[in-house]
């Protein structure tokens, strides 16, 4: 099994179709399929080939679509690396990944340059805008003068084929390592699941290409059954971008993260542009608030289908499907082949409405993580992915996320999951976003602490939102310190960095 042959597939079965829309510039699937067999032949010349590590650090390019054929093409690994992340973590990644090569842009090379300084199996730097110059390569230039070579390694479907390092958000990432078959099981439910019975679906990706959720929106598009559709890509997330594009190319669905939808709702630009066209968003990556998805689907006519997974499962894990009723606070239920269930912390399952660590077991789980054996055998412990995250499944099989084990807070012996808290505290009309955290406290071991953005040209002091979260949920979970800031830290998926809140403290 090679994922390559997905695309290979689509072209026999449908010809020549437009796959991409970029900057207002055409990429027929044959197109790019030309430019990654000659980009996989270039490779080769270059001493690269199976097993070997690629990091591909770019922006949403199409050249991306390429790097991911070409590099699969010859049974190699991608090693994605988001281009916003800092020198520190970008020089980590491209020493512990034990990468042979780098495909980058010429506005992000100093970037490489600096954190590869010292590391010695990083052998040519491919450079998209660049030149060749002692071990740079023009990543152009090679694909120009490199021959096509259709031939596709045959790999097994356990084989390695993507390696996308978590956010650390708390400690050094890890690299999670996603072999052919678990990609390939992921893009096929996830196509199984959106339940369309007619082709035609124009998609906007913005999502990070160098991120699983990114990844399996991108992979879902070579198993789609239907001739028709592409998708209208994005460089980067951009409120009024989005708006002209969906209104230009009559943009049919919208994927993204919760950040981008609160910053969509509450952008000025969306009175302007004819968005009529948006039937359907799915949402997933972080907590969804009942407020947001109210207020979206209100403000912009269409349905919100929230999902829940996570990188280690490739990365999708539970649904909500439009044949099925939704549920508020459901993240949905599980996606075909994939077991969910609630561990207590002895690893034993617990009935339906009680609340515990959510366990994942399916085609989706990873292999393991790189050049981490003891942390895979715990994490993989039993045949059970143990997520880290807190929640519950309904006597239906619907799931509900509540809450990550390290952000729990325990106060006198309590425990308090900060969701709870940050969806009643998000309902107050000056709160723009909240994220909860606990403090250390000598009479309770730990008491909350809430740090806020407000709304703008809304005033709030600490005395009122206190009173409020005493009006609203029992006081014992009411705050006892609350912070306002301008912005709250989160990774380059929209993730709150609690890590960092806790430095404000």
């Known amino acids: 099994m090679n994922l390559v042959k997905l695309g290979a597939e689509r072209i026999e079965k449908f010809g020549e179709i437009v796959s991409i829309v970029f900057e207002d510039e055409e990429y027929t699937n044959t197109r790019i399929n030309e430019m990654g067999c000659r980009l996989a032949a270039g490779l080769k010349s270059l001493g690269i080939g199976r097993g070997d590590h690629v990091v ?57 340059e600096n954190a590869r300084e010292g590391i010695d199996h990083i052998k040519k730097v491919l450079v998209i805008g660049g030149e060749d110059q002692g071990d740079r390569v023009d990543f152009h230039g090679l694909i120009d003068r490199s021959p096509i070579d259709a031939r596709i390694e045959e790999m097994d479907e356990n084989d390695v084929a993507l390696m996308i390092y978590t956010s650390g958000t708390t400690g050094q990432p890890k690299g999670v390592m996603l072999s052919h078959n678990n990609l390939y099981q992921n893009a096929i439910a996830a196509w199984e699941v959106n339940e369309l019975e007619k082709g035609g679906t124009i998609v906007l ?25 592409f998708y209208v890509l994005m460089r980067w997330f951009d409120p009024e971008e989005v708006f002209r594009l969906i209104e230009k190319y009559r943009v049919t669905r919208f994927i993204g993260v919760p950040t981008m939808f609160q910053m969509l709702l509450n952008h000025p630009a969306g009175e302007k542009y004819d968005l009529s066209s948006l039937e359907r968003c799915t949402i997933s990556a972080a907590p969804v608030t009942e407020e947001l998805h109210r207020a979206f689907t209100s403000k912009f006519n269409c349905s919100m289908y929230e999902g829940y997974g996570l990188t280690e499962a490739s990365p ?60 895979t055998r715990e994490t993989l412990r039993g045949g059970w992915l143990h997520t880290g995250d807190v929640g519950y499944l309904d006597e239906e099989g619907y799931l509900y996320i509540t809450d990550r084990i390290k952000d ?20 107050h009309p000056a709160v723009a976003e909240v994220s909860v955290i606990g403090i250390p ?53 929209g993730k709150v960095l609690k890590k960092e809140l806790r430095k404000l403290v």
Not at 208 to 216: D, K, T
Not at 442 to 455: D, R, S, T, W
Not at 460 to 477: D, R, W
């Open 56 to 112: 591909v650090s770019l922006p949403n390019l199409p050249e991306v679509f390429v790097c991911f054929q070409a590099i699969w093409r010859i049974g190699a690994v991608i090693v994605p690396i988001m281009f916003l992340l800092g020198d520190n973590e970008t020089r980590y990644i491209l020493n512990h990944s034990d990468a042979k090569a780098v495909i980058t842009s010429q506005d992000l090379l100093y970037k490489i």
């Open 205 to 229: 990706l913005c999502l990070p290409l160098a991120h699983s959720f990114g990844v399996v929106v991108m992979n879902a598009g070579n198993v789609s059954p239907f001739k028709e559709g």
């Open 316 to 375: 999708a894990v539970a649904v909500c499907r439009p044949s099925m009723p939704r549920k508020k606070g459901s993240t949905g239920v599980p996606i075909p082949g994939v077991e969910v269930k609630i561990f207590d912390p002895e690893d034993r399952e617990v009935p339906a409405g009680e609340q515990g660590e959510i366990v994942v077991r399916g085609p989706n789980v990873m292999v393991g993580y790189y050049k981490r054996p003891e942390e």
């Open 408 to 427: 729990m807070v325990i106060k006198g012996g309590y425990n308090i999951y900060p969701s709870e808290i940050e969806e009643y505290l998000e309902e």
């Open 441 to 493: 406290d000598e009479k309770y071991g730990e008491v909350i602490m809430a740090f806020i953005v407000g709304m703008p040209g809304r005033e709030l002091t600490e005395e009122e939102v206190i009173q409020y979260a005493n009006s609203k949920m029992t006081p014992f979970k009411a705050p006892s310190r609350v912070k306002f800031v301008d912005a709250l830290p989160k990774s380059l998926v």
